[in-house]
């Protein structure tokens, strides 16, 4: 059984995020934290069925729900300004929300946008240690170089998926990052930034299916 606890952080007065904390009424061990993309939120499909996955392997879920499409300060602002910021405000809701629990494993499952902060914290480790942390990276920005860096670089065991038809795909990144023995990956062909395929709905449906199983081999494989 689970609990569902709902709440935001103001970090300031142009930045609110709402969160949402699953966790077992029993402690569990594990937790999984999400970064969703800009427009891609907890609630799609990827996300929902993450979701499941990880309350079926006894992990807590810890949902970010930033929303910078509505948020006009933000919008203002240069591109290296606004990872910092979606930075920040991911630091700041897991500091305080989770400050004082302690989990044996970590979990980051991010996407898109959310990949940006991901890679941010894998270089700067304030909320997340070397050992028993572990990262999925759905669609993740490699043409931007922080994000490339920190996958191609990373010791942190990583699982990836990306389409081949999304625009950030790179057939020279992937090979490079490849070449990471912490890294695996997953690409699926003609699938765009959102694991679809245009016009094929079950092809689509079938996508989401890989990606967890997928992700529930990752887990089961480093939960404790």
């Not at 499952?109 to 759905?138: D, H, R, V």
């Not at 795909?169 to 990052?177: C, R, V, W």
Request: hydrophobic share 35%; glycine share 6%.
């Amino acid at each position: 059984m689970y609990e569902f606890n709902e709440g935001k952080i103001a970090r300031n007065e142009d930045s609110t995020i709402n969160y949402t904390w699953i966790c077992g009424k029993e402690k569990n061990n594990s937790i999984c934290i999400m970064l969703p993309g800009l427009g891609y939120t907890n609630q799609r499909p990827l996300f929902h069925y993450a979701t499941s996955v990880c309350m079926n392997e006894n992990v807590d879920v810890f949902h970010i729900n930033y929303n910078y499409l509505e948020n006009e300060a933000f919008k203002k602002m240069q591109h290296d300004e606004q990872d910092q910021w979606i930075y920040e405000d991911v630091k700041s809701v897991v500091g305080t929300v989770l400050k004082d629990i302690k989990y044996e494993t970590y979990f980051i499952l991010s996407k898109s946008i959310g990949t940006i902060p991901m890679a941010y914290e894998w270089n700067e480790k304030n909320f997340i240690s070397g050992q028993n942390t572990y990262g999925i990276w759905l669609t993740p920005l490699i043409k931007d170089e922080f994000v490339y860096n920190a996958l191609s670089k990373t010791v942190i065991p990583s699982l990836y998926v990306i389409g081949t038809d999304d625009p950030h795909y790179s057939e020279e990144l992937i090979a490079s990052i490849n070449e990471n023995s912490a890294v695996t990956g997953l690409v699926i062909p003609n699938a765009d930034h959102g694991l679809e395929v245009k016009g094929d709905t079950r092809t689509s449906i079938n996508i989401v299916k890989d990606v967890m199983i997928s992700i529930e081999k990752f887990i089961r494989e480093y939960k404790r």
